[in-house]
């Protein structure tokens, strides 16, 4: 398996120097549509009115521009085949039965997009979760490091301070959060391709960024600050790796449609490596 990958990156690496070319990689951060675990929800509950229903159809004709060759959402690799069942039925006039699927943005946006632009691969699941210790289903470790990593991770998230206890004692984080909160409800009296055109400026993004990943950094609570920030960062390299294991040479374009929370640093991440080239949302949204 090792020598098929350093095969592959090296074949890359040959095609796209002859070529001087790269993968163009936009990544989209976007709110929950549905119900989600986040603490804060930003969420627009009527995006299944036939108002909101044309400003996502604005949305997925503008991604359509972009014309990606593949797209991946924010769904762990354990449920790619239920939305490959999910894109066939749509494909075939069918719409999801279940009311929280159709609401999710991986269907409203991802699934109609790839119906639309006749992708063979439908959507492509990319998000990873740590393993959670004493857990039945999808978070149960699979290898020796993840079991390893599970009792470090466990022992961090005992340690953990309610989120809303600690940002009652850090007047800054708060004072962001409040900050950002006041712009959410300013975007959503915007159209979807403003409000998420707004969400995607990289000074919004990186406000999600501290609220997200970095607040932990400047009180280090319980002596675990680095520890915390450390395990968002984690995950995200993790969803990066699951996207690299999925390109390969011919791709042209690819969009990543994710989190908000996600995007600074998979944008970060993905600027490094040579054989890409992230794209702006002022280039595919506006």
Request: glycine share 4%; with cysteine; net charge neutral.
């Amino acid at each position: 398996m090792k020598n098929l990958i350093l095969f592959f990156l090296f074949s890359s690496y040959t095609v796209f120097a002859q070529q001087n070319n790269r993968i163009q990689v936009a990544v989209l951060g976007t709110f929950h549509f549905g119900e989600s675990n986040d603490l804060f929800q930003t969420n627009n509950s009527n995006l299944l009115t036939k108002k909101k229903q044309k400003e996502i159809d604005e949305v997925v004709n503008q991604l359509a521009k972009f014309n990606p060759d593949k797209i991946f959402v924010e769904n762990t690799p354990d449920a790619q085949k239920f939305w490959d069942a999910i894109y066939l039925d749509f494909k075939n006039g069918k719409m999801p039965k279940d009311p929280s699927v159709e609401l999710n943005e991986i269907f409203q946006i991802g699934i109609k997009l790839a119906d639309k632009l006749k992708n063979p691969h439908g959507v492509l699941c990319v998000n990873y979760f740590h393993p959670v210790a004493y857990s039945i289903g999808l978070n149960n470790a699979k290898t020796k490091l993840d079991s390893l990593y599970t009792l470090y991770d466990h022992e961090i998230q005992k340690r953990k301070p309610e989120i809303l206890f600690f940002l009652d004692q850090n007047p800054l984080a708060k004072s962001f959060l409040n900050s950002y909160l006041l712009k959410n409800e300013d975007w959503k009296s915007l159209s979807l391709k403003k409000n998420l055109f707004e969400m995607n400026k990289p000074e919004n993004l990186d406000i999600i960024h501290f609220l997200n990943v970095t607040l932990w950094l400047d009180q280090d609570p319980n002596g675990i600050g680095a520890e915390l920030t450390t395990r968002e960062y984690y995950r995200n390299v993790k969803i990066v790796q699951n996207v690299l294991h999925q390109l390969n040479p011919y791709d042209k374009k690819v969009l990543i449609l994710i989190g908000a929370a996600h995007v600074k640093s998979l944008q970060d991440i993905l600027r490094a490596h040579p054989l890409l080239e992230v794209i702006t949302s002022e280039e595919f949204l506006k």
